[in-house]
């Protein structure tokens, strides 16, 4: 299965923007780039994904290197709320389930 | 809207028990996806299920666990004569479709599990 690697935890101000790296250098042409995101006390939900193309939600924006070997997410201004356990995942096709590493973990100071 | 549902929230049990946890999936999802989560780490998968089918059983740590969807909505987690090993967090997710391209996995908040 491909990996990424993530730093082990981020620090971030309220109201300034977060880039959470992930690197894949493994990656496969048909695998998408997934990240979920894990508060305290509850289970991971989803944040954002995308294949090639640059993308953004109402949540964060995803942007991804051209060679796809990395990507970055992007939270433009966070909020306390926002301080959480970040997951990026390769899921492919072929594979049934999406397997998590340990992910950052991103403390926001107000 | 209603999300994933997971039943009990904690659950204590005596090493020898056994212990059946209930995931309540979003109505009509067709996959579910059950998950250990062990403190300080990421979620470790330990099986899903594709309807009624139980597609993929390779995470289930041991024989002792047991998974089942027999009407292809509600689930149950069986572990029969918990160890201590066993305490961690229990996460079931559901997603619409058979594929996770593009169709996100919901999660529960889990059964918080505790073997004494």
């Known amino acids: 299965d491909a990996k990424t690697t993530q730093p082990n935890s981020m620090e971030s101000n309220e109201e300034e923007p977060v880039h959470l790296p992930c690197n894949h250098s493994?990656?496969?042409?048909?695998?998408?780039i997934h990240w979920y995101r894990q508060l305290p006390s509850q289970g991971p939900e989803y944040v954002i994904h995308?294949?090639?193309s640059n993308v953004n939600n109402r949540m964060a924006s995803l942007a991804i290197a051209e060679d796809r070997k990395s990507s970055t997410l992007i939270l433009h201004r966070a909020t306390l709320r926002d301080a959480a356990v970040y997951y990026c995942i390769l899921y492919g096709g072929s594979q049934g389930n999406l397997i998590f590493g340990k992910g950052t973990k991103l403390s926001v100071k107000p | 809207g209603a999300g994933v549902s997971q039943s009990p929230r904690y659950k204590v049990a005596k090493r020898g028990q056994d212990v059946a946890l209930r995931c309540d999936p979003i109505?009509?999802?067709?996959?579910l996806f059950w998950y250990q989560q062990a403190l300080g780490q990421g979620p470790e998968f330990l099986t899903y299920f594709q309807n009624e089918a139980q597609l993929d059983k390779s995470g289930l740590p041991s024989d002792r666990f047991f998974a089942e969807r027999p009407e292809g909505s509600v689930s149950t987690l069986k572990i029969q004569r918990t160890q201590q090993e066993d305490s961690a967090v229990y996460l079931c997710?559901?997603?619409?479709?058979?594929?996770?391209?593009?169709?996100?996995?919901?999660f529960g908040n889990g059964t918080r599990l505790t073997v004494t």
């Open positions: 109505s009509g999802h067709v996959s």
């Open positions: 997710a559901s997603s619409q479709r058979q594929g996770l391209d593009n169709s996100p996995l919901h």
């Open positions: 995308g294949l090639t």
């Open positions: 493994t990656i496969s042409g048909t695998d998408y």
